[in-house]
């Protein structure tokens, strides 16, 4: 019975449910852990509002366990979920997600990139009736010339393949009503594009601007490899034109096929046999080779994701929680 649980959030607990929930994923943060906590737990304290921390430790393999295991004594509002191992920060940011029982829920980074003192103006943007307050990068100084440019093309892209409008410059610091949160986690796809899923829920929302500092301490989790992929989650997740284009371009082929292959056979006829056409011939069946393999790749990559929803596992495993109502499906 319990088994089936993985795949459905766990019921929210009856007790009395905190204000504000903030989701942490981490993977790898024990250099940033305490500069962390310092900030968010005093700058929560000011706020004067109930509140737990869900800290989701991602398989991290350094002393981030440990950390958060004398976090969570020190202050049990400070719950940890650890995973069984590495499920990249889109799981862990959902099965944050799963657990948060406030009555709005503020994924973000342990590095310090989203500020905490921007959850104030998100709780008043809240208050004024949005469902989903979300930051927006005034600009983007700390990144590289090459991750600004790769962002801009990405969001120009998906905006223009995806039939829902990703706000450009925003990451998954936000805050959202706990009802936008059941209607996130209700969507267990394994190809997870967080800031995708965000979009497609929909309900009331309202940005505001924000000046991304630069990680605290530590070093990124994501190099150019792992952003590309994440880029075609992101765009296989919400698109199917890539499966169009490629059937337009088989159209057009064959139509140029057809077009040189009459020409062709006009001119025998007209004029006779004529052997040479050697380049020509290797033009022909390279570029028609090329494109059947561009296409093939391009059903490949939708084929793969296929595979893997049709596998049905659970998003995550976890391996031991604290604070947190342990989940016999979660639990080993
Ligand atoms: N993260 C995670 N699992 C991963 C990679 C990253 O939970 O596999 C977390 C990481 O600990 C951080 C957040 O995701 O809290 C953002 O990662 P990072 O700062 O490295 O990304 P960047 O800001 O460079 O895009
Ligand atoms: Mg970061």
């Not at 601007?209 to 989790?221: I, V």
């Not at 006779?272 to 069946?285: E, F, I, K, N």
């Not at 049905?312 to 342990?326: A, C, F, N």
Request: glycine share 8%.
């Amino acid at each position: 019975m319990a088994s089936q649980n993985v795949n459905t959030r766990p019921p929210l607990p009856q007790a009395e449910t905190p204000t504000l929930s903030i989701v942490v994923p981490m993977f790898n943060e024990a250099d940033v852990l305490p500069f962390l906590f310092d900030r968010l737990c005093s700058f929560l304290e000011n706020l004067g509002e109930s509140y737990e921390i869900i800290c989701v430790n991602d398989g991290s393999t350094d002393a981030t366990t440990g950390l958060l295991a004398e976090a969570h004594k020190r202050d049990n509002r400070i719950k940890v979920l650890n995973f069984s191992r590495n499920f990249g920060k889109e799981v862990a940011l959902t099965a944050g997600l799963d657990f948060a029982s406030g009555q709005a829920v503020v994924p973000i980074d342990a590095d310090l990139q989203d500020p905490p003192e921007l959850i104030e103006t998100f709780l008043e943007k809240w208050r004024e009736g949005y469902d989903v307050v979300y930051a927006v990068r005034r600009h983007r100084d700390t990144d590289t010339a090459m991750k600004r440019w790769s962002a801009i093309r990405f969001y120009k892209v998906i905006n223009r393949l995806s039939g829902v409008p990703i706000p450009a410059d925003t990451g998954d610091f936000r805050l959202m009503d706990q009802r936008v949160v059941r209607a996130i986690v209700q969507l267990r796809e394994q190809n997870r594009f967080m800031k995708g899923l965000f979009a497609w829920v929909g309900f009331r929302h309202t940005e505001v601007a924000y000046d991304r500092p630069e990680r605290a301490a530590g070093k990124t989790k994501f190099n150019y490899w792992r952003l590309w992929n994440f880029a075609l989650d992101g765009i296989t997740g919400f698109s199917t034109v890539p499966l169009r284009i490629a059937g337009y371009i088989g159209m057009l082929t064959a139509l140029a096929a057809i077009i040189y292959g009459i020409f062709l056979i006009s001119r025998t006829l007209v004029y006779g046999a004529d052997v040479p056409g050697y380049a020509s011939l290797m033009v022909a069946v390279l570029l028609i080779g090329g494109l059947q393999l561009v296409v093939l790749g391009v059903i490949g990559e939708y084929l793969g994701r296929l595979y893997s929803e049709a596998q049905k596992r659970p998003l995550y495993i976890v391996e031991s929680s604290l604070g947190l109502e342990p989940q016999d499906s979660h639990s080993p």
